[in-house]
């Protein structure tokens, strides 16, 4: 059997540094906001080329987080419209409705099935305050055009970048040097859930920036709305980067980009082997803008697609079969339309890749795709 995803394979070369790592976490006794977390946010900050980055418990809390500290600096407040695709994992619209904002659906391109900049400006109101971009299954949304919507419009942009670590955001756009300046504003959201590229040994998140008051206000709320122990500033909460989990994190960070290099190399086998009309494959521009968290494919008879492959020894996953506005949990939106967002979600299927997947392997998988 080829598993979809084999996070004891993949942990398996850290296990001696990652045990040392705890015996060095029990030898010091301190279990909360320690040297570890404090490490991996100036690293990882320094990976992702900002200034800040604050460490929280998962990825939907760094979401929410983000969107409580920009209504706790008065650039939000309850009741804000925010862009958010209409393709993505149901947590990034949970952080927009956990906030009090409101959640403005906005259909995807079906070629990249990231969020349509061109679909945008539309939807946008007197209410319209904040974009959030997802980069779903690794490859970062057309940014330059939506920048340039956003600093047109005065909109905050907020990226979900939970499945995107080291994805680059690369432009041809005449306008590059002033991008790349704006860009310098971005403010994104990850998750370290263990199956990430970047993933830890249990839930973990963080927020990255360069608004040094935004990451100061972040770093209160996760911890009570406290900087100093029994001084509560603000009406915060606990989401806090486990120590333990920062500290394996700082093992598997300085491997991160050769774990994206692999899937790319993986994907670009894919993408040149499998020929089948049955099947449609990702697109990819070939920059440095996808890490492949995932290998999602589409077909017409997706089921019987993901039978035949698991007869075939290779175990699949659907990521995603059901739309958010479709979900019991969005009653209010079930009678909502979105045709490019429910053909996706009826079509997809992800393959296996990750970086110690065996060239023989990704052989057996593209042969019984083109058998199909």
Not at 92 to 118: F, G, H, M, R, W
Not at 317 to 333: E, F, G, L, N, T
Request: glycine share 6%.
């Amino acid at each position: 059997m080829i598993k979809f995803l084999d996070l004891h394979k993949i942990n398996k070369p850290f296990e001696a540094k990652f045990q040392l790592k705890f015996q060095q976490f029990l030898d010091k006794g301190w279990y909360i906001l320690g040297n570890e977390v404090q490490q991996f946010e100036i690293d990882f900050a320094k990976y992702c080329g900002s200034k800040y980055c604050v460490g929280v418990g998962n990825g939907l809390d760094a979401l929410v987080l983000i969107f409580k500290a920009y209504i706790e600096l008065g650039h939000l407040q309850k009741g804000d419209e925010v862009i958010v695709p209409a393709n993505t994992y149901i947590a990034s619209i949970l952080a927009v409705l956990q906030t009090d904002l409101v959640p403005v659906l906005v259909e995807p391109k079906l070629e990249t099935y990231n969020i349509n900049p061109d679909l945008i400006e539309e939807k946008i109101t007197s209410k319209t305050k904040a974009i959030l971009p997802v980069h779903l299954y690794g490859q970062l949304c057309e940014m330059d055009k939506i920048m340039e919507i956003a600093y047109k419009h005065n909109l905050l942009i907020v990226e979900d970048a939970a499945q995107a670590h080291g994805a680059l955001f690369s432009t041809h756009n005449s306008k590059h040097h002033e991008l790349s300046v704006r860009a310098q504003s971005r403010t994104q959201a990850f998750s370290f859930y263990p199956g990430k590229n970047l993933g830890c040994l249990g839930d973990g998140g963080a927020v990255v920036t360069n608004d040094l008051q935004l990451a100061e206000t972040i770093k209160k709320l996760r911890n009570y709305g406290s900087e100093k122990k029994y001084y509560n500033e603000l009406q915060g909460v606990n989401s806090r980067l486990d120590e333990l989990q920062a500290a394996f994190l700082n093992v598997k960070l300085p491997l991160l980009g050769e774990e994206n290099q692999k899937r790319r190399i993986i994907a670009k086998r894919f993408l040149s082997e499998i020929a089948n009309n049955k099947i449609v494959l990702p697109f990819w521009d070939g920059t440095d803008n996808h890490v492949f968290h995932l290998f999602v494919i589409r077909t017409e008879n997706r089921d019987e697609l993901q039978s035949y492959l698991s007869s075939k020894g290779i175990e699949t996953m659907i990521h995603y079969p059901i739309p958010p506005h479709k979900q019991q949990a969005m009653k209010d939106w079930n009678h909502l339309s979105f045709p490019i967002t429910e053909k996706i979600h009826n079509e997809v299927l992800s393959i296996p890749i990750y970086g110690c997947l065996e060239e023989n392997e990704v052989t057996i998988i593209v042969k019984a795709l083109n058998d199909y």
